[in-house]
């Protein structure tokens, strides 16, 4: 996202949601968290960018309130800025030692509770309408008891850029299996060895998808890697001792991930909100426009 994220976060890029407003994107993934039944957000960020974060919601809050005051959609966005202002902590992460380090980071803010784990910039839109992909998510997690993983069948090209498993499809139960392995970034010849899934189109694997439950457990994995002195704390390894420690299930969500770190990420993620959302005739009629335009110079 350079050079826009050197003076900016990228968590606080603008993107028009479903119902046509303009959010941050941070707020866009927290009401992803808040619609799937979560009540506490822990955002675990650089130094510095705690007040930050909170200074910009409350200006956005503050501008809404006062520029657009006569305005009844401004004031319902207004009451839920001040919702996000008090169900939204902040952690801040010293160092950049690893997304498990990261993660770990929230050990006191979870406590003794299972968590839902989001990207930072990650977008999601579900193909269930009424249910979220966080809630799918969730209803399993809390069905079966056990820490669950979002993933989503991917094409071989695009593993090297994802955490992949493998394992065994649990009976009478479609798109849900039984982790046995896991490996970040996998190679597509490590992959053919080591991690197809069976019932699978061919040239396909299951992917992370940028969504968890897991359990406190996961923090005494990686307090044991920091401790170790590891300069670079993954998250993954924590998972694959997890699935040999306990029961851990993948879910294949109805849905899509948008990453936003991706070339043209944020421009996929944009179409696709706007597809899901209020805005689909316009959106799709723009896109029928551009593609003859483009036609009509070739």
């Known amino acids: ?16 949601d479903t119902d046509g407003l303009h959010k941050p994107v941070l707020q866009i993934i927290a009401d992803e968290a808040f619609g799937s039944g979560i009540e506490e957000i822990c955002v675990v960020c650089a130094p510095g960018d705690a007040e930050r974060y909170k200074s ?11 520029s657009f005051k006569d305005a009844e959609w401004a004031r319902k966005e207004a009451a839920k800025l001040d ?9 801040e992460q010293a160092e950049p030692l690893g997304y498990g380090h990261a993660v770990y980071c929230a050990k006191d803010f979870v406590g003794d509770e299972p968590f839902l784990l989001l990207l930072g910039d990650y977008l999601y839109v579900s193909n269930i309408r009424e249910k979220r992909c966080a809630a799918q998510l969730i209803e399993l997690a809390t069905a ?6 979002a993933v989503n069948p991917t094409p071989e090209h695009l ?4 955490g992949t498993i493998t394992g065994k499809h649990v009976p009478g139960l479609a798109g849900i299996y039984e982790v046995e392995k896991l490996i970040e970034k996998p190679s597509l010849s490590l992959a053919e060895l ?38 670079s704390v993954l998250l993954t390894p924590a998972l694959q001792e997890l ?4 029961r851990y299930l993948a879910l294949e969500v109805r849905g899509s991930r948008y990453d936003l770190s991706r070339q043209h990420g944020l ?29 009509s110079r070739k």
């Open 194 to 231: 080591e991690l197809q899934t069976p019932g699978l189109r061919i040239g396909y694997y299951l992917c992370f998808f940028g969504m968890h439950v897991l359990t406190p457990a996961v923090f005494n994995l990686l307090e044991r890697e920091i401790k170790a002195g590891s300069k």
């Open 267 to 295: 421009l996929r993620a944009q179409v696709a909100l706007g597809l899901a959302g209020e805005a689909h005739d316009e959106t799709l009629s723009t896109l029928v426009e551009l593609l003859a335009e483009a036609n």
């Open 1 to 16: 996202m350079y050079p826009v994220s050197d003076t900016v976060q990228k968590a606080m890029l603008p993107v028009i």
């Open 159 to 162: 593993i090297g850029s994802y």
């Open 144 to 149: 079966e008891g056990c820490p669950v993983s």
């Open 56 to 66: 910009a919601f409350r200006a956005l809050r503050d501008n809404l309130s006062k």
């Open 243 to 246: 699935a040999q420690q306990d």
């Open 83 to 91: 919702q996000f202002l008090d169900r939204v902590q902040y952690v």
